[in-house]
């Protein structure tokens, strides 16, 4: 019988402890004892699964959650109501304000030298055309050598919309050249658009601007747009984040349509299209995190964190970042709120706002509540997709495998059988909303999950959307991440938070632990 073995390295000060242990050893006890609670789990999850009607409320009727967004409102008033349907106090906490938007139509048409409708989208806190479908002829950014050449042809901008992106050598992704390809003809294809980035980074140099300050240059020298293109690599994906002008239309297009207009432009044939965005401004308005809470009966102010970040980008509905994990929390706390409904300690779901803007709720949180985050127990984070978890990192905490371990023992083996996981592991530095309570010291961990073609597919992306969502998957995570907070909320006493000594860098410098950050608690755009 081949045993599979999980090798732990323990490092405590400048000591090394190896420590191996097989999974039949582990699993003996549990497979001995069955847990009833830890059964009805399991039973609550699948034979009365609520993901799906969650989905659809979310994604499909409350859609995209950016930041300053009557959506983002929506969705905060949808979790509270839906947390107190099934009898779990619940409350939208203000942390900050945004510059509050809100989407209107997007119309973007090309109109000479033929008629076609183009695929794109306005950029988030894009201005409003204001009723008007501006026309202009589309140029493209020439090389230049220096400033002073990009400031002698700036005044040509005027009434013209400017490509700003790279123009892509080929709209099939890597793997699709893999699958078909001669080696060859791939190499060169490479080669040629490795020229092409060294390129497209040098003319930025030259100019002593960056791509994200170049679109306000272009609006101050009077031009008519912005026209990106920001291809994910991926058949049909364009990732779509944030406007980088005050008073002129951003828009993104696909990358066939994007090239269409590079190569007519490039050809001489003055190419025209017309746009009208009807965006609105609202000003600055509140920012909130959803809080809900499963009170404890022994330690009541002794806390488990279930964490997901509720926000979203606005190129498709947030399915998966973080659609997925808000689904899975919500649905882990109505689990647990019918099978386990008095658990020793508090157990507390954050759906944090603004997170993609630099975790600003969860930031903010972690300074707004000292006194939860000094005893919290530990934090639970899903926000990498729709795939079920895969690995595990102790985030650093010297004791991790001693607790979340035993805790990881308790599920059962179908869920828990391809997990990886790392002990002690490094602590995260920014990725997600779990960062920022490592940063306080709290042991919190992200559940990291099968990717499904998360970076190129569905982050940020046009593409993340309902169709994407793998339930099956969603399922084991609820299910995982359910039993790891039933057992953290009975643990007998708080678990120890001692810190790895983390390893010198590669220029000599000794590892520190992150720092705590301040949040945006106010902003515009990014």
């Not at 799906?52 to 994604?59: C, G, I, N």
């Not at 920012?287 to 964490?307: H, M, R």
């Not at 960062?435 to 961990?445: D, H, M, N």
Request: hydrophobic share 40%; with cysteine.
């Amino acid at each position: 019988m081949h045993l599979s073995r999980n090798l732990r390295t323990w490092l405590c000060g400048s000591s090394l402890l190896i420590i191996v242990t097989t999974q039949a050893q582990i699993g003996r006890s549990v497979a001995q004892q069955p847990d009833p609670v830890v059964t009805s789990i399991v039973r609550e999850a699948t034979q009365n699964s609520q993901l799906e009607r969650l989905a659809f409320e979310l994604l499909d009727v409350v859609g995209p959650r950016l930041v300053g967004t009557p959506g983002m409102n929506k969705a905060n008033e949808w979790a509270v109501k839906t947390f107190q349907s099934w009898g779990i106090p619940a409350e939208n906490q203000q942390f900050g304000e945004w510059r509050g938007w809100e989407r209107g139509i997007s119309h973007i048409d090309m109109t000479y030298p033929r008629l076609k409708t183009l695929a794109g989208t306005q950029l988030a806190w894009s201005p409003s055309t204001k009723g008007k479908a501006i026309e202009g002829e589309v140029i493209t950014l020439p090389d230049f050598k220096n400033a002073a050449e990009f400031q002698q042809w700036l005044p040509a901008v005027k009434g013209k919309y400017v490509l700003t992106s790279m123009y892509q050598p080929t709209g099939r992704p890597d793997h699709n050249w893999e699958q078909y390809a001669r080696q060859e003809s791939f190499a060169r294809m490479k080669s040629e658009r490795d020229s092409l980035v060294k390129a497209f980074d040098a003319r930025f140099r030259a100019i002593g601007l960056s791509a994200n300050s170049l679109p306000g240059k272009l609006e101050e020298a009077g031009a008519a747009g912005i026209v990106s293109s920001f291809w994910s690599r991926e058949f049909g994906a364009n990732k779509i984040f944030g406007a980088r002008t005050q008073r002129v239309p951003s828009v993104d297009i696909s990358l066939e349509d994007y090239g269409l207009l590079y190569r007519l432009a490039e050809n001489g044939m003055a190419p025209k299209i017309k746009v009208e965005t009807s965006s609105k401004d609202l000003g600055n308005v509140p920012s909130f995190n959803t809080i809900a809470q499963i009170k404890g009966t022994e330690f009541p102010d002794e806390y488990v964190i279930l964490s997901a970040h509720l926000d979203s980008w606005e190129g498709g509905s947030g399915a998966t970042d973080n659609g997925t994990g808000t689904l899975a929390m919500m649905e882990v706390a109505r689990v647990l709120k019918a099978v386990f409904p008095n658990p020793k300690r508090t157990i507390l779901v954050g759906l944090w706002g603004s997170e993609e803007q630099g975790l600003n709720g969860s930031r903010a949180f972690v300074l707004d509540n000292p006194a939860i985050t000094e005893k919290t127990q530990a934090v639970f984070n899903l926000d990498n997709g729709t795939g079920r978890v895969e690995q595990i990192n102790g985030s650093g905490f010297v004791h991790a495998y001693d607790f979340l371990g035993r805790w990881l023992q308790a599920a059962p083996t179908q869920i828990t059988k391809d997990i990886k996981t790392t002990f002690p592991g490094s602590p995260g530095g920014g990725g997600s909303d779990h960062a920022s309570f490592i940063a306080a010291g709290v042991p919190a961990f992200m559940l990291s999950s099968l990717s499904w073609g998360y970076f190129t597919n569905t982050w940020h992306t046009n593409l993340d959307t309902y169709d994407k969502l793998i339930f099956e998957d969603l399922r084991y995570n609820v299910i995982l991440t359910a039993v790891l907070a039933y057992k953290a909320a009975q643990e007998g006493a708080l678990v120890d938070r001692e810190r790895r000594v983390l390893p010198t860098t590669p220029d000599g410098n000794r590892g520190e632990w992150p720092a705590i950050r301040q949040p945006r608690r106010t902003g515009v755009g990014y």
